[in-house]
């Protein structure tokens, strides 16, 4: 009987506790469409869009990089500047404001080196 009070008392006891130790852990749960193998890159969900798309961009390290769009002359049509962290941040990209054309989406980093680059058509 004791033994049976005592383990009790244990169980309210630790069920009593305050969990400070336990931080939570922001996970991102990547569609299989969008996972990248490399340690950075860039990946749409789909190459033909008509109005969004999602996207994942896969970060080497958290810092400040850049989303370019560019049309098929190369000439820069949008960039966005966006706070990434490191691994996987999923992504919306907004194209319906631009016309039904070819494009080249590019991730760099503050310096312009491009990180990842792939191409879409606005439908």
């Given at each position: 009987m004791k033994k049976l009070l005592l383990?009790?008392?244990?169980?309210?006891l630790v069920g009593c506790m305050?969990?400070?130790?336990i931080e939570p852990i922001n996970l991102v749960e990547v569609p299989e469409s969008?996972?990248?193998e490399?340690?950075?890159?860039?990946?749409?969900?789909?190459?033909i869009v008509s109005s969004e798309?999602?996207?994942?961009?896969k970060l080497p390290y958290t810092d400040i990089y850049r989303i370019k769009i560019r049309d098929i002359a190369k000439q820069l049509?949008?960039?966005?500047?966006?706070?990434?962290?490191?691994?996987?941040?999923?992504?919306k990209v907004y194209v319906s404001s631009l016309p039904k054309d070819g494009y080249i989406i590019e991730l760099?980093?503050?310096?312009?080196d491009v990180l990842g680059l792939t191409t879409f058509v606005v439908n």
């Amino acid at each position: 009987m004791k033994k049976l009070l005592l383990l009790l008392s244990l169980f309210l006891l630790v069920g009593c506790m305050k969990d400070d130790f336990i931080e939570p852990i922001n996970l991102v749960e990547v569609p299989e469409s969008l996972v990248i193998e490399d340690l950075q890159g860039l990946k749409l969900e789909s190459t033909i869009v008509s109005s969004e798309v999602r996207m994942n961009v896969k970060l080497p390290y958290t810092d400040i990089y850049r989303i370019k769009i560019r049309d098929i002359a190369k000439q820069l049509i949008s960039q966005e500047k966006i706070q990434g962290n490191e691994g996987d941040n999923l992504l919306k990209v907004y194209v319906s404001s631009l016309p039904k054309d070819g494009y080249i989406i590019e991730l760099t980093n503050n310096d312009h080196d491009v990180l990842g680059l792939t191409t879409f058509v606005v439908n």
